[in-house]
């Protein structure tokens, strides 16, 4: 019986593996058009800039890069305004993009995988880390900055994206210090200005996590540093009023075979899943106790919200039972996605006096990239969206939108399979609107039949509608990491 409902799944799969690999060709192309090919109606009172980050390239000249995250960043940036949208990406013009453009090979290695040419011999010492700002792109104190966690940020031109060079956030950051690319911001109550809070992890035997606050202008208001116990990967942080909470994930690392070329570093990290994780939550006040919970093992990338509510801290992320080894040997676009772990949606309760953590599986549905209402960043709150995959069980690439009502339980869906795939659906608020839900989902999606990819609108109170509106692109983008929405 069982292999019969196997054959069953395997047959109704919702895609196409030739169409999904399809996504991850390079886009050498950096374009410049107002899109004139548009289905449906840009709402008239959306007006801002759409700005997102990830790999344009997924080969040096031919060379592969072995996985997508080492891919060089390459932003796109889409301004609406009064029913119109033009259209721009371009390369960040890090160090090592420059170097490895005029060379026309691979010069670095990457963290997840790529190695330079000529097997171990040619990587052996090289410890070198290529900074390639590819994961997400914020406009804060008037500075356009393309993020990447284990480096400082670069700054780009707004209006042109023109790579303006790597920026220290006024002296902020001191030489070789990082800027992780998944900062929060906190909305400003009762007059006070919103506040961006970004962290850094200095790994090692034992590590230091640095976290910073700063100001609407971009100037710093708070800066303090922890060593926690263990070798730390830390992608992502959520915040309460009161803290930053990181997930510690139960894994060990074994420098060795990076040190002598035979792995990357990600490639060195090894999943125990008879460790616990730990919750660590840092008082934003850099004075009180670092408090350390144990949960379950599990794995985290992306955590959506968090919220404190009658004495007890509440975190919601998407877990993985492990994390997936990334073999040195095969292509990622071969993967099988029934030998790894989907993410699933987690909520963790948090007793801080008891020192307890209680946790409840929300969704089992493959997803990945949560987003919310920016009000509700550290709040409590009712509304989630999510990528998520077509199919409700199994782990596949995300080709569909996920809302939680968490008020009510409802959820509501809307996919683009079979030929659609997805990527992190960002939220933006209708202007004056009251409703946590009243604004729009943009995603941009990949979209397989026609090789190009396509800005999706939604209207966030009824995405099973399907989109108000369809901004087709010329040409295709690999799929991507995060963006973020800017008014102006
Ligand atoms: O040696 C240490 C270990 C390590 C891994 C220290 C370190 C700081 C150098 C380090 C570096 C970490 C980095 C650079 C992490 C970058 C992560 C990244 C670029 C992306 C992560 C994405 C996560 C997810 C879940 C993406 C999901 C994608 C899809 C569902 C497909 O579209
Ligand atoms: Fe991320």
Redesign the pocket.
């Known amino acids: 019986l069982e292999t019969s409902q196997l054959k069953t799944t395997a047959k109704t799969s919702s895609y196409d593996r030739t169409d999904w690999q399809r996504g991850y060709e390079s886009q050498r192309q950096e374009s410049d058009y107002w899109i004139d090919e548009i289905e449906g109606e840009i709402p008239p009172d959306l007006q801002g800039t759409f700005f997102r980050n990830g790999p344009g390239l997924l080969d040096i000249n031919g060379e592969q890069i072995h996985h997508?995250?080492d891919g060089d960043g390459m932003i796109c940036a889409i301004a609406i305004s009064d029913g119109r949208a033009h259209f721009r990406n371009r390369f960040i013009h890090t160090e090592g993009y420059l170097a490895e453009k005029t060379a026309g090979k691979i010069l670095h290695r990457g963290?997840?995988g790529t190695q330079k040419p000529g097997g171990w011999l040619s990587n052996i010492f090289d410890l070198k880390?290529k900074n390639i700002a590819?994961?997400n792109i914020i406009y804060w104190g008037d500075k356009l900055l393309a993020l990447?966690?284990?480096a400082a940020p670069y700054r780009l031109d707004p209006s042109t994206l023109e790579t303006i060079g790597l920026d220290t956030l006024d002296g902020i950051l001191q030489p070789g210090e990082?800027f992780a690319?998944h900062p929060r911001i906190e909305k400003g109550k009762n007059g006070a200005g919103d506040r961006l809070i970004n962290f850094s992890?200095k790994?090692g035997l034992s590590s230091v996590i640095t976290i910073y606050e700063l100001d609407e202008s971009g100037k710093l208001l708070q800066k303090h540093a922890h060593a926690i116990p263990g070798f730390a990967?830390l992608?992502d942080m959520v915040i309460t009023p009161n803290y930053c909470i990181f997930f510690q994930n139960p894994v060990s690392?074994n420098?060795i075979p990076f040190v002598l070329g035979m792995r990357s570093?990600?490639q060195c990290?090894q999943f125990s899943p008879n460790k616990p994780t730990q919750a660590i939550l840092i008082p934003r006040n850099g004075t009180d106790q670092v408090k350390i919970l144990e949960t379950e093992p599990c794995f985290v990338?992306?955590h959506c919200n968090a919220w404190e509510e009658d004495g007890e801290v509440f975190v919601d992320s998407?877990c993985y039972e492990s994390f997936p080894n990334v073999e040195p040997d095969g292509d990622f676009r071969e993967i099988d996605f029934d030998s790894i772990p989907a993410?699933e949606l987690w909520r963790f309760k948090l007793n801080l006096q008891a020192e307890t953590v209680e946790d409840q599986v929300v969704e089992t549905r493959c997803c990945?990239?949560p987003t919310l209402h920016p009000n509700n960043v550290g709040q409590p709150y009712r509304y989630l969206y999510i990528?998520a995959a077509d199919s409700p069980t199994g782990n596949a690439?995300?080709q569909a939108i996920l809302k939680f009502d968490f008020l009510t339980g409802e959820r509501q869906l809307w996919s683009a399979a079979p030929r659609g795939f997805a990527?992190e659906p960002v939220f933006v608020a209708r202007p004056d609107a009251v409703a946590e839900d009243d604004g729009w989902l943009l995603v941009l999606m990949y979209d397989a039949a026609n090789h190009r990819s396509t800005l999706v609108i939604l209207d966030a109170r009824d995405i099973a509608k399907g989109p108000v509106a369809r901004l087709h692109l010329k040409y295709h983008i690999p799929?991507g990491?995060h963006g973020s929405f800017t008014s102006n």
Request: net charge negative; proline share 12%; glycine share 10%.
């Open positions: 997508p995250f963290v997840f880390i590819n994961t990447w966690e284990a990082a690319a992890v790994p990967f992608h690392f420098p570093a990600a990290i990338f992306h998407v993410g990945e990239f990528g690439p995300l990527g799929y990491l």
